[in-house]
Structure formats: structure tokens, C-alpha cells
């Protein structure tokens, strides 16, 4: 079955940087567009960021120039480097992926569990 498995959220001062990680895991064929998105209670979920399997990346405007996402297709991890942190960036953080893997057919998308990411001013 395949997961998705999201680390490195916590808690960290207005300023600073965190590094979200995402590894998927289970028989996977091939990983298509990924993402990571965030949720604070009462609000829908928001996109974030966006990479291409070729590494074409799209940015939410409240984050750009300050969060940076990147993927490693060998080892099927997606990264979310974040700097300048603000406190209105605190949320719970979602991978996201579209997989082609079992079950089938075709791809399905994919979420993980979150992670908490809590920014103190």
C-alpha cells in the first residue's frame, strides 16, 4: 500500500527556518506532480507548493522567496526548506502526490498525515 510519511515539523522562533521532509513508500511506479499544503483549524486547506516530476516548481505568494520545495526522485522524497519563518505561517503541513503504483490502475492521489509546524513571534 502506498503512504506518505511527512517529518520535521516543531516549533521554532518568527525568523527562523525548518525542513519539512516526505517519503513515500510502498510498490510505486512512478511519482507525477507533488506538493505540500497546509491546514489551520477552521480554514480550508491551502496549496503551498508545487514540483513537476521534472522539477518545475509553483509557489503559494505568501510564501515565495522564502520557502523552497524540492524533490529526489531516486529516493521518492519531496522537501519543503522554509526560512523567515513568519507566525502566520503556523498550520499543520500536508504532503501531497499523485503515484502510480499498486493498487491500480493509473495513478491516484495521495496524502500524508501532517506535520505540525508552530512559529512563536
Known amino acids: 500500500q502506498v503512504q506518505l510519511v511527512e517529518s520535521g515539523g516543531g516549533l521554532v522562533q518568527a525568523g527562523g527556518s525548518l525542513r519539512l521532509s516526505c517519503a513515500a513508500s510502498g510498490t510505486i511506479f512512478s511519482i507525477n506532480d507533488m506538493a505540500w499544503y497546509r491546514q489551520v483549524p477552521g480554514k480550508q486547506r491551502e496549496l503551498v507548493a508545487t514540483?513537476?516530476?521534472?522539477?518545475?516548481?509553483n509557489y503559494a505568494d505568501s510564501v515565495k522567496g522564502r520557502f523552497t520545495i524540492s524533490r529526489d526522485n531516486a529516493k521518492k522524497m519531496v522537501y519543503l526548506q522554509m526560512n523567515s519563518l513568519k507566525p502566520e505561517d503556523t498550520s499543520v503541513y500536508y504532503c501531497n502526490a499523485d503515484i502510480w503504483g499498486i493498487p491500480g490502475p493509473g495513478s491516484r492521489e495521495y496524502w500524508g498525515q501532517g506535520t505540525q509546524v508552530t512559529v512563536s513571534s
Open positions: 514540483i513537476t516530476r521534472g522539477g518545475t516548481t
